[in-house]
């Protein structure tokens, strides 16, 4: 068997381009002492990735030209040496994007899952994996959410957005939903069931349109994008008003020259508590809320899947040009594994 892997060919100058990556033939790795081959059915394509193409180190290190593209995967065990995993369990974890990966107990983000009976496993990788757990532990142990507040979501309609504002509407708040064009506006108001929703790209004075979203403040900003975004919400906050930084899309393509925040003496002047988090691992709490909202229909699950480990550059560009909804996923074509 051979082996298909996602390289960086190039590095991107703005928005990455299908051709910054390249798919190479690599042998099947063979698992060592408490290690299991897994094939992967799902990848998580993922915003954060976009700075370690760049060649600079952030909180990951860089990818260099040549070297796989890594982020969270899900698959299920072909071969083990691992005492706790048989053939057939299903993993996730933070890997390389190919068919074939190697797990073991240091990997990144590890999980030995049990899916639950007619819940697709894409769901593990988005409402029910990272994006979820994101929304969840952003909402509540960073934003420390409560009912009646005015909440307010950028990239509303992406993997993380999109589950943040639900969760905010089940516990009982006010939720605004900021979004980059008319599609995701009706989505986001029409299908999650937002309060309110401002199109940016339509509005001249995002500050004003908040304001006016928003007539009694802002309590809690959950922050996917950073910029002028980040910049407008800092004049609406109300005093002691907190800000969950979980994303920097804004800055992501623009490395060398990341938009300018003016505004952040607010924080001061409102006392204001802005953090920003890495989801390194998620509550079972989090994860029993998250699988009965889905279950029971309170959370709508939005996923953008790419079938074809050939088409990864090209679904991680459409996504960093802003042209998805719902949770980015790539299908690996192996449906004989599913």
């Known amino acids: 068997m051979r082996n298909r892997r996602v390289v960086l060919r190039s590095r991107p100058a703005h928005v990455p381009d299908r051709e910054n990556f390249g798919v190479v033939e690599v042998d099947v790795p063979e698992p060592g002492p408490e290690q299991a081959l897994v094939r992967n059915l799902y990848i998580s394509v993922e915003p954060a990735i976009r700075p370690r193409l760049d060649g600079v180190d952030t909180y990951m290190p860089p990818i260099g030209i040549g070297e796989p593209i890594q982020s969270p995967t899900l698959g299920k065990v072909v071969q083990s040496n691992h005492p706790k995993w048989r053939e057939g369990d299903v993993l996730f974890g933070f890997n390389n994007w190919e068919d074939y ?17 007619g819940v697709p496993l894409s769901y593990y990788v988005g409402p029910l994996g990272g994006s979820g757990g994101a929304a969840y532990v952003g909402l509540h142990d960073v934003g420390q959410i409560k009912a009646g507040e005015t909440v307010v979501v950028s990239a509303a309609a992406g993997g993380v957005g999109s589950v943040a504002g639900q969760i905010a509407r ?28 401002i199109n940016y790209r339509e509005t001249p004075d995002l500050a004003a349109a908040v304001r006016e979203a928003c007539p009694d403040g802002v309590d809690l900003f959950f ?35 990341p938009p300018p925040v003016h505004h952040l ?61 719902g949770k980015t996923l790539i299908e690996l074509d192996l449906p004989e594994a599913a």
């Open 265 to 325: 003496w607010e924080v001061v002047a409102r006392q204001l508590r802005m953090q920003g988090f890495l989801l390194l691992q998620t509550s079972h709490e989090a994860a029993e809320d998250l699988h009965d909202w889905v279950a029971s229909g309170e959370l709508i699950v939005l996923e953008n899947v790419t079938r074809g480990i050939d088409n990864a550059g090209e679904a991680f560009s459409h996504l960093m040009a802003g042209g998805t909804v």
């Open 101 to 117: 990966t190697i797990f073991s107990d240091e990997t990144l983000l590890l999980e030995h899952l049990g899916p639950r009976e």
């Open 223 to 257: 922050d996917n994008v950073g910029g002028s975004t980040l910049d407008a919400l800092l004049q609406c906050m109300n005093m002691y008003g907190r800000i969950v930084n979980c994303g920097m899309i804004a800055a992501y393509n623009h490395g060398d020259q």
């Open 170 to 197: 089940i516990r009982g708040c006010r939720v605004v939903g900021l979004v980059g064009s008319a599609e995701k506006a009706a989505i986001v108001r029409d299908r999650l069931r937002f309060d309110d929703v």
